[in-house]
């Protein structure tokens, strides 16, 4: 959704913000534990990759056990 600002509301918004001043105010984490969470803010997942590999080889471990269901069969 793009932004609809008009000039001046952005004109406006600007002199809030220096009015405001808002980055002297960020403090960001202080405690430990608000310091490991932001550490992982970039952290996207990971295990995806390890968990498609185990599915294939256990896909390939199901068709050889049908298979071999099959041939019992025969």
């Known amino acids: 959704m793009p932004n609809e600002w008009t000039p001046e509301r952005r004109a406006q ?3 809030h913000a220096r009015r405001v001043k ?11 534990q608000g310091k ?3 550490a992982r803010n970039a952290y ?5 990759r390890t968990i498609r590999e185990l599915r294939r080889l256990l896909n ?4 050889d056990a049908r298979g071999l269901i099959e041939q019992t069969r025969e």
């Open 22 to 32: 808002p980055w002297l105010h960020a403090t960001g984490p202080r405690t430990p």
């Open 44 to 48: 996207k997942g990971g295990h995806w």
């Open 13 to 15: 918004q600007a002199k």
């Open 60 to 63: 390939v471990e199901l068709r």
């Open 36 to 38: 490991a969470i932001c």
